[in-house]
């Protein structure tokens, strides 16, 4: 799944030179295609897979005593689980008594979609938190009052311990309904190649729409020996994109900061990155050029250029010291291979000056190395503003 780079002379969209990686599972191709249409490349690596339990005997018997003993309250955290258990008790030939048993329970969902969900059911509109999480429900159920109460509650491919065990001492009796469990991916292989292209710098965003996800994705770094390289991404050079609290939990408590949106959807999770995009790319003035350098690609005047790994690699690094020469041997150390010695440093340049449609932006500077060639009356200040990247 990767999208080519706008052609020269169009203007460029707001995600073009930005590569995404993708975790998700279900409605990856989505995700991946609203990327797409704004102009970034993707990389999928699933890091989970949805494996039904219509066999499962757990929630065969979770059914039965939610049928032989009706719940005062029956809490939907997603949509696909709602619909899950539904479709597991039609085939136990229990799909009306359950929704008799339903249509007599207060309900209550996590979020609009599963409140979708059980409203397709002809159901009673549920309750459901504007936060539109399970600490919103949680926050309801305790406010109300539970002591005595039989409540069930839906899981959605996980234990949720925070609100189960919070229940049961506040005097709730809790059935816990498993629909579907998160396991990891079939085929590691392309889970794999995305996190060797996270700690290789190959990805900007980093995207999880599940706390499964996350939890997979570094189960598999800490097993291939790349957990503290892919955390050390994280919290650098690679946005961590979630779409929501309860994804981004695990990821803020190793000190990655997150960026989501106000709401946990797909089409919002997209315009956060979308609308943060200035944020990651470093615009400068350089030789009568206005140069913004995305991701693997760069802005000039206006174009998009792509440029290939080993020449964005030194531009980076040029970029981040602007007006300044950098060495042929710093330049060497960024290099994706290093073979060649500093006479490699020379061709990338060669192929950067080409990639970029103009070689004045980047000067030679005999016998010491090479810099971009920053206006000379943005000075000291206009140097450091670049290097935060606060043009």
């Known amino acids: 799944m990767a999208a080519p780079l706008p052609s020269s002379g169009t203007a460029p969209l707001p995600l073009a030179g930005f590569t995404a990686g993708v975790t998700a599972a279900r409605r990856a191709d989505e995700l991946g295609a609203m990327l797409e249409r704004r102009g970034a490349r993707v990389q999928h690596g699933p890091a989970i897979r949805i494996v ?13 005593a939610v049928l032989d003993t009706p719940p005062d309250i029956v809490v939907a955290t997603t949509a696909i689980g709602f619909r899950g258990w539904r479709e597991a008790a039609d085939g136990w030939g229990l799909g009306d008594t359950l929704l008799d048993v339903l249509g007599r329970c207060e309900l209550a969902a996590r979020g609009p979609k599963a409140r979708g969900a059980i409203r397709a059911a002809e159901l009673p509109d549920p309750w459901f938190p504007k936060s539109e999480s399970s600490a919103g429900v949680l926050s309801h159920l305790l406010s109300r009052g539970v002591e005595g109460l039989r409540i069930a509650i839906q899981l959605h491919g996980e234990p949720l311990p925070d609100v189960v065990d919070t229940l049961r001492p506040a005097g709730a009796e ?4 498993p629909v579907y469990r998160w396991m990891p991916p079939q085929d590691l292989a392309p889970l794999d190649r995305l996190l060797d292209a996270v700690v290789g710098g190959g990805v900007d965003v980093l995207s999880f729409t599940s706390a499964p996800a996350v939890a997979s994705t570094l189960s598999r770094a800490d ?44 089409g919002a999770l997209v315009r956060v990155l979308e609308d943060g995009a200035p944020g990651r790319a470093v615009a400068l003035p ?36 602007p007006g300044r020469v950098v060495s042929r041997s710093q330049l060497l150390g960024a290099l994706p291979r290093r073979g060649g010695g500093e ?37 000291q200040v206009g140097a450091r503003c670049a290097e935060e990247g606060r043009w």
């Open 286 to 321: 350089v030789a009568g050029h206005q140069l913004e350098v995305r991701g693997h690609a760069a802005v000039v005047d206006g174009v998009l250029q792509a440029v290939p790994a080993a020449p964005i690699a030194l531009l980076r690094v040029l970029a981040e010291r």
């Open 343 to 379: 006479h490699a440093v020379d061709m990338a340049i060669n192929r950067l000056r080409h990639a970029l449609g103009a070689p004045e932006p980047v000067q030679t500077v005999v016998k010491r190395g090479y810099r971009l060639a920053l206006e000379p009356e943005f000075g």
């Open 174 to 177: 809790v059935v816990e309904l």
């Open 52 to 64: 039904p339990v219509h066999d499962d005997v757990r929630l065969h018997e979770a059914t039965r």
């Open 223 to 266: 097993g291939r020996g790349v957990h503290d390289k892919l955390v050390e991404a994280l919290r650098g050079p690679v946005t961590a994109l979630c779409v929501g609290p309860v994804t981004s939990a695990r990821l803020e408590g190793l000190g990655i900061e997150t960026v989501q949106p106000a709401r946990s959807r797909l």
